[in-house]
């Protein structure tokens, strides 16, 4: 049991340091540009191609708000 505990140990030390190697790799960018340029667009595309597990996970909160939003609306207009 102490082998197996020690083990599950040396598995969360190993993924929290590749996690913080990941991190410090991390390269950040400034996108910069006027108004509907294009900027929250480039930015879903460099998720996606470099971070899909970031970009799926913010998907699923996006896809409650549209739900709640949906809802709101359909209240609205059905009075």
Same mark, same amino acid.
């Given at each position: 049991?102490?082998?197996?505990?020690?083990?599950?140990?040396? *598995?969360?030390?190993?993924?929290?340091?590749?996690?913080? *190697?990941?991190?410090?790799?991390?390269?950040?960018?400034? !996108?910069?540009?006027?108004?509907?340029?294009?900027?929250?667009?480039?930015?879903?595309?460099?998720?996606?191609?470099?971070?899909?597990?970031?970009?799926?996970?913010?998907?699923?909160?996006?896809?409650?708000?549209?739900?709640? !939003?949906?809802?709101?609306?359909?209240?609205?207009?059905?009075?």
């Amino acid at each position: 049991d102490a082998a197996r505990v020690s083990r599950e140990i040396d *598995d969360e030390i190993a993924v929290s340091r590749r996690a913080y *190697d990941r991190r410090k790799k991390a390269i950040k960018i400034l !996108l910069l540009g006027q108004a509907e340029s294009g900027k929250s667009t480039t930015l879903k595309n460099f998720q996606l191609a470099f971070s899909p597990q970031h970009f799926h996970k913010e998907r699923a909160a996006w896809k409650t708000i549209i739900s709640v !939003l949906n809802g709101a609306g359909r209240g609205v207009r059905g009075r």
